[in-house]
């Protein structure tokens, strides 16, 4: 055993002169921390996990709150309405009987006896008539008198009538109003003690993060260094096996290999681009020496700083790692998505370690690229990790590429970029999304579910170790629905039974698993509360329920906030919102903070500012920790964020003041055509019109020049 270390060993020294050599800390590798890399990355995942059943709790609550209050606030109405109609019925039935009155008295003053007979009043009428005429004229008018009476009698009785049925109607309803708003007040109180514990379950966390940062970031230098480790392993074999990486062009077709090299198989198909030998009775994957020295390149790149768009040697975009990875090879061009079409593409079930990896969707483009390694993994400039990282391939894997192929043999067209596609650059999911408030549908009709399992909680029955998603126990064959409009795709995946998939484009996706039914076709187009499936217990379930999740960019998300409020907030870095160590931001001035690419685009927007004004740029709130947007939400729920889902959790909006708190003003104008070009914008619901209008609310979208 010692002799065949040995061997590897020199076989690898002499092997590492073909490409570029490993980095330098790879020969002293630190100690490994007390943990597997797999509870080192939970341990600040579980406090994130943690938060996100809090804040779950609390959208829950708040949940039941505003739809009280919504209720109380219908009652109400419906309350006013009806005492506005029994007034009027009482009115009128007031009116009905002073008329009955007035005409009893008339009878009564003109001495006509309208309960007589016909005979007897012109018996009565004859002393006074001068003639038969006036006889018949006076019979006219009491029989006119006497329809009148017995008319306004009928009139006015049914008057009062209707006034009582209004008024025991108003009295229903007003106790209908009284006890909604009862029920408001209760759960309005409820909300304001949940806010009070999350708040101070999240102060608590605090203490928790420098150490589970600083325990993250030990863990991911053992990731590192775990596959760095692999890799020489595989290049010490390769040498033991006493071969010497051939050119890329020798292996690019499996039919005309070298001599003593045989075709490389995965999944049962031939790997073109690569080659396998035998050695010992062990087949050893040979991969062309281009593509050795691309991925030693990659591992040197470790433990670099991340940068927006950067491309070294200090600094490194996702673009910028991929592309020195690969130089002098090939040099990748300037966006991700002109490079799909350059490269040929290779069936993900064959990726090999050095290919190009693209994430993205066809709703959104292309986001993301990395350089492969074998487990699942790649090597990938991290903006959520701040860093060059060895991390796993997300489910939002477009393409894989492998440049040795050269052009594609078929042409291979890009899905279109859009604005949305910057949201989950690098690794970094979007830290905010609005759908629209109140524009999602509930995935099961009220009274149909309870709330079960929520988003984050851990446990092993979970292959990620957390629940992604939120779980409604139902009863078997209960309908499920699309909670907005989509296309549909369906799955069958062991862990879901019966799943059905729907893209809602700007890269985001529900799911729906466990179904005991799909009542959809694959690619049917549906709308917001369109029926899809019904609820089952099919997979991996514990019970009857609907695993409902949604997905950002491939990433699984809090669903509650969505349900609660049509948006939400994400994870960056591995924290929570409002969250953030001060240590992980970056100084502005008289106390106030931002995530640090948004504070250097905020101060070049501060200088051209006062360049214009000659004043500098005033601000009056920036990062609000969660205590923070608790304490506003409690004193202004109508205007404030629900807490754990506002922009300034993140460090990524500002309040500002100095005349650009008023529509209209010059520095507000000023700020609607130059913010936009430093990342700053002014979102739709904060405009003139918008459904809380907000001018001093800007938030931060991208670096400038960006």
Known sequence: MGNQRGLRLAALGVLLAVGTAVPAYAEDPTPPPPASVTDVNRSLEELQAEAAAVQADFAKATIAYTTALKAAQVAEAAAKRSEQYAAASKSKSDGERRKLGLLTVQAYQTGIPTVMGAESMLWSLAPIAENLQEIADRQTAIKQLGANQVAQYKAASAAESAAGTAAADATAKRAAADKAAETARKLSQEVQQKAANASM??????????????????????????????WRTYLAELAAAGVKA???????NPAKLPAGLKPLTAAGKTVPGAAAVTDGGRTVRVLPTETIRAVNQAFALLGK?????????????????????????????????????????????????????LMGSRSVGLFHIGIALDNGEMIAADEAKGSVVVTSVPDSLYAALRPTLGKPAKAQVAPAATSEAYQFRCGNTATSYEVGTGAWTWPIADGGYQIGTPFGQPGALWASGIHTGQDFPAAVGTPVRAVAAGTVRVEHPAWAGNLVRIDHGDGLETLYAHLSSIDVPDGTRVAAGDRIGAVGTEGNSTGPHLHFEVRLGGDAVNPMPFLATGGTSLGWGGYSNGMIPASKLCALSNGHSLRCDAAASYAQLAAAYEQRFGRKLCITDSYRSYA????????????????????????????????????????????????????????????????????????FTRPAGA
């Not at 990731?223 to 480790?229: C, H, K, M, V």
């Not at 506003?632 to 754990?644: F, T």
């Open 628 to 699: 923070a947007q608790v304490d506003l939400y409690g004193r202004k729920p109508s205007l404030a964020a629900l807490p754990g889902t506002s922009n300034h959790g993140w460090g990524l909006a500002v309040d500002l003041c100095g005349g650009i708190e008023r529509f209209g003003t010059a520095q507000y104008q000023w700020m609607v055509q130059h913010a936009t070009a430093y990342g700053w914008v002014h979102p739709a619901w904060a405009k003139q019109g918008g459904n809380r209008e907000e001018p001093w609310h800007w938030e």
């Open 305 to 357: 700083p991340y940068g927006v768009a950067a491309t070294g040697p200090d600094k490194y975009g996702c673009l910028g790692a991929a592309r020195v990875a690969w130089q002098p090879y090939t040099t990748l061009p300037n966006l991700v998505g002109k490079v799909y079409p350059d490269y040929q593409q290779v069936p993900a079930a064959s990726v090999q370690p050095g290919d190009l990896l």
């Open 201 to 230: 379950t999240m102060e608590g966390q605090l203490g928790d993060l420098a150490g589970a940062t600083q325990l993250s970031q030990q863990l991911q230098g053992s990731r590192n260094q775990q596959a760095l480790s692999r």
């Open 246 to 252: 051939p050119a890329a062009s020798t292996l690019k």
